[in-house]
């Protein structure tokens, strides 16, 4: 779990990132148990799709998931990889949850790879976060990511010339910046953090422990 680095007694506003500060990181801990849903106004963004949100799965299904990542996180790859395909077969596909992906982006690099998936557009947007995700071994550490970032982006139709277009885009910027304030509204200060109908539940989770949290809630 990656959390914000603070600095001087608070958490470092979202304008550095903008600015390309590095926000940094600390050792990964172990997510503590759920806590309640907020309370209004910050409680229907937590339950609900809102406007400009990317879903995967049915937007009426009954149960929803609300996901603030990091592209640049390990344990937000991991999850996208290794848990999230076996809970769409389980319950997203069938129509009982929905996932809600924000951006959280905790370092410069991770939020102009947001933004360059924001410019992918709905119908490609979770195929462009499993790309980026799948290969971020390859392009996240290197000393040029975006130019890496590029080649596996390019069978999405995203070159260098789209991606370059992307990232002068301030619409596209707007989108993920906004989906961090959002975050930080409602208390998300590392990644991967998840609500699952308003719960929040901090950190790596199993596809056991979801699937226990989803089988409760679809009683």
Known sequence: MRNILIVAGGVVAVAAIAAGVYFGTRPPAAGPAPVAAASAPNKAALESVQPGDHVLGDPKAPITVIEYASLTCSHCAHF??????????????????????????????????AQIAECAGNDKYFGVIDLIFRSQPQWAVTSDPVTELAKPLRIAGLGENEIKACLANEAMSNAVINDYKGGETMGVNSTPTLFINGQLYRGARSVDELDGVFAKLAK
């Open 80 to 113: 996208h990889t290794q848990v999230l395909p076996e809970i769409k077969k389980k319950w997203i596909d069938t129509g009982k949850v929905k996932l809600v992906y924000r951006d959280f982006p905790l370092d410069q690099v991770a939020a102009k790879a």
